[in-house]
């Protein structure tokens, strides 16, 4: 029984000394399904009704992208060929998930607030990592 209780407790220790497995491929993983999210917020928005009923998903999208932020700078920022390795690995994905239609100028003003905010945590995430947007 000592044995058992003696390896759960280097286990956590294990897990407390590294993150619980935490890593800059996990952070930018997130960060693309979360851009997935927004872009199927977006999509079909096309009047000031639609982006009233997107914006609450925004709102919760980008909440969630901040808490990913918060993470990338715990990890920091990685040196300068890790850091073009994880945007090569990623591009394509974060390209795909652009949104794709463009709402009117009704649903863009009741989206501005939101859109902004997105990409201000998106561009967080970048730029704790060192992984510039570009």
Not at 19 to 41: I, Q, R, Y
Not at 44 to 65: C, F, H, Q, R, W
Not at 98 to 122: C, H, I, N, Q, Y
């Given at each position: 029984?000592?044995?058992?209780?003696?390896s759960v407790?280097?286990?956590?220790l294990?897990f407390l000394?590294?993150g619980?497995?935490?890593?800059?491929d996990?952070?930018?993983k997130d960060?693309?399904?979360?851009?997935?999210?927004?872009?199927?917020a977006l999509?079909?928005?096309?009047?000031?009704?639609?982006?009233e009923?997107a914006?609450?998903k925004l709102?919760?999208?980008t909440k969630?992208?901040k808490?990913?932020?918060e993470?990338?700078?715990k990890i920091g920022?990685?040196?300068?060929d890790k850091?073009e390795?994880?945007?090569?690995?990623?591009?394509?994905?974060?390209?795909?998930?652009e949104?794709?239609?463009?709402?009117?100028?009704?649903a863009?003003?009741?989206l501005?607030?939101?859109?902004?905010?997105?990409?201000?945590?998106?561009l967080?995430?970048f730029?704790?990592?060192?992984?510039?947007?570009?």
């Amino acid at each position: 029984m000592k044995r058992v209780t003696r390896s759960v407790f280097a286990l956590s220790l294990v897990f407390l000394a590294t993150g619980c497995g935490d890593s800059p491929d996990n952070v930018m993983k997130d960060t693309v399904g979360l851009l997935k999210e927004a872009k199927g917020a977006l999509d079909g928005v096309k009047s000031k009704d639609d982006a009233e009923k997107a914006k609450p998903k925004l709102e919760e999208i980008t909440k969630k992208l901040k808490k990913v932020a918060e993470r990338a700078k715990k990890i920091g920022k990685l040196d300068k060929d890790k850091a073009e390795a994880l945007k090569k690995k990623y591009e394509g994905e974060l390209k795909e998930n652009e949104p794709g239609s463009k709402p009117s100028a009704e649903a863009l003003a009741v989206l501005a607030t939101p859109l902004l905010e997105l990409r201000a945590a998106l561009l967080e995430v970048f730029q704790s990592l060192g992984v510039d947007e570009k």
